[in-house]
């Protein structure tokens, strides 16, 4: 699987590797503090539908953590749909995303 | 525990009851399409807190969802953070909302 990548040091790619071989994922992206997706094993327009949308996701749900208890954070938000998952792992620098098949 | 709710019928109570067993949850919503909790097993003013965002929440998930395909719906939102996890399921009239402890 060939990853569309700017320099995110092969520890990242690794990652996104060993999650990549799991036969169920369909892509993962790793989004920037922007916004942007920085590496995916997506299409760009896909990359760029997630990003914008998980991001504005997990930065809702917390803030929206935060209103119910201050020093709470969010660790992971799973989204399911009839026909995908996906998962967002948000981090200061760093959201990681990943869009799976439903099992 | 004591369910605070308006006419549900016994399905939705026997649901909540069920749920509830369940030795790691906190407490279940039902909430209304209009966004107000309707049957709760929390206090009402974390039941309004939760009712509010997770249903916001859920909404823009489901738009999003609709933009990435336009035959895709939105199952359940899962919200894990450091303390606590939630768990959404939409539905066109009422959304279940079940907060329960980090395991």
Redesign the interface.
């Known amino acids: 699987m060939e990853i569309a990548q700017n320099y995110m040091g092969p520890l990242a790619t690794n990652t996104m590797l060993r999650i990549n071989e799991n036969g169920n994922v369909v892509g993962t992206i790793i989004v920037n503090c922007e916004g942007f997706p920085e590496t995916t094993t997506l299409d760009s327009l896909?990359a760029a539908?997630?990003s914008t949308?998980?991001r504005?996701?997990s930065h809702?749900?917390g803030n929206?953590?935060k209103?119910?208890?201050v020093?709470?954070?969010?660790?992971?938000?799973?989204?399911?749909?009839?026909?995908?998952e996906a998962v967002v792992a948000p981090d200061h620098e760093f959201h990681l995303i990943v869009v799976m098949r439903r099992t």
Chains 1, 2 share one sequence.
């Open positions: 896909t539908t997630y949308h998980m504005s996701l809702y749900a929206a953590l209103e119910i208890d020093l709470d954070e969010l660790v992971v938000l799973r989204l399911v749909s009839r026909k995908a």
